[in-house]
């Protein structure tokens, strides 16, 4: 700040001269001071803000998810042309994450997940669930919408029970996916690079880099959320407390009054 009895004095008896103010060159000893503190507070606003996040990415580690313990079970099996009840289930839950999944995986997943039902579903519904999946698949063919509706509903009956999923909780919503996750006999190939495939697909999409600042709680909060939802804000306001403090103390070392 510069005091304006002064500038007026020094403009009264300098007639013409023009001043200068440069946050970067200051001029006076309080200008400078002032300036230190500022890079100083935003410094401080930086570390809380960028810190944090460099934090996260130093410390994350890649963690599995039970899923895919469950599926590194049962897959030698699997491999060896068993079908499994886990396996299939693991394959739907993995479907379920639909937005995440790029398409030449998704195509992989539904050929594993069509496969593995297929050979648990029992003989006498195998042609009635190919025929549905057929129907909805056949773009030519002009279903109702009641007629779909009802299609969906029996893939999801025989799906459901050769899955041993339950109608109710989580299995209900898994249930769910099963009409829009499976494919007909003709569209399933389940070959060799399927196979070779599957496994790092598993992985990609169950494994999550995890850090314990986002596994501890605080305040009833996961760590970072509280860190980032609330601490950030009041560090702002201290920030902001500690600014006008500071900037009064300056005044009173260098002399400034205020009109």
């Given at each position: 700040?510069?005091?304006?009895?002064?500038?007026?004095?020094?403009?009264?008896?300098v007639p013409g001269k023009q001043y200068h103010v440069s946050f970067f060159k200051p001029g006076s000893p309080h200008s400078a001071a002032n300036m230190k503190m500022?890079?100083?507070?935003?410094?401080?606003?930086?570390?809380?803000?960028?810190?944090?996040?460099?934090?996260?990415?130093?410390?994350?580690?890649?963690?599995?998810?039970?899923?895919?313990?469950?599926?590194?079970?049962?897959?030698?099996?699997?491999?060896?042309?068993?079908?499994?009840?886990?396996?299939?289930?693991?394959?739907?839950?993995?479907?379920?994450?639909?937005?995440?999944?790029?398409?030449?995986?998704?195509?992989?997943?539904?050929?594993?997940?069509?496969?593995?039902?297929?050979?648990?579903v029992a003989a006498d519904e195998r042609s009635t669930l190919d025929g549905h999946l057929r129907d909805l698949c056949d773009a030519e063919l002009a279903l109702s919408?009641?007629?779909?509706?009802?299609?969906?509903?029996?893939?999801?009956?025989?799906?459901?029970?050769?899955?041993?999923?339950?109608?109710?909780?989580?299995?209900?919503?898994?249930?769910?996916?099963?009409?829009?996750?499976?494919?007909?006999?003709?569209?399933?190939?389940?070959?060799?690079?399927?196979?070779?495939?599957?496994?790092?697909?598993?992985?990609?999409?169950?494994?999550?880099?995890?850090?314990?600042?986002?596994?501890?709680?605080?305040?009833?909060?996961?760590?970072?959320?509280?860190?980032?939802?609330?601490f950030l804000l009041i560090m702002f306001v201290v920030l902001c407390c500690v600014y006008a403090l500071v900037t009064d103390r300056l005044h009173k070392r260098y002399?400034?009054?205020?009109?």
């Amino acid at each position: 700040m510069v005091d304006e009895s002064e500038v007026r004095g020094d403009q009264e008896s300098v007639p013409g001269k023009q001043y200068h103010v440069s946050f970067f060159k200051p001029g006076s000893p309080h200008s400078a001071a002032n300036m230190k503190m500022i890079i100083a507070m935003v410094l401080i606003w930086a570390v809380g803000v960028f810190g944090f996040q460099v934090a996260l990415l130093l410390l994350n580690e890649p963690v599995p998810e039970e899923t895919l313990g469950r599926f590194e079970a049962v897959w030698p099996a699997v491999a060896e042309g068993a079908a499994k009840q886990e396996f299939a289930e693991t394959l739907l839950m993995v479907l379920g994450k639909n937005v995440a999944l790029k398409d030449p995986d998704k195509v992989v997943l539904k050929e594993g997940l069509s496969w593995a039902v297929e050979g648990l579903v029992a003989a006498d519904e195998r042609s009635t669930l190919d025929g549905h999946l057929r129907d909805l698949c056949d773009a030519e063919l002009a279903l109702s919408g009641d007629d779909a509706a009802a299609k969906k509903t029996r893939i999801r009956e025989i799906g459901a029970a050769a899955i041993g999923l339950e109608d109710s909780g989580f299995d209900s919503l898994m249930a769910d996916l099963l009409p829009s996750s499976l494919l007909p006999s003709a569209q399933t190939e389940f070959g060799e690079a399927s196979r070779t495939a599957l496994p790092e697909i598993m992985k990609k999409y169950l494994t999550h880099n995890r850090c314990f600042l986002t596994d501890f709680r605080f305040f009833g909060f996961p760590f970072h959320y509280w860190y980032t939802a609330q601490f950030l804000l009041i560090m702002f306001v201290v920030l902001c407390c500690v600014y006008a403090l500071v900037t009064d103390r300056l005044h009173k070392r260098y002399g400034f009054v205020e009109e």
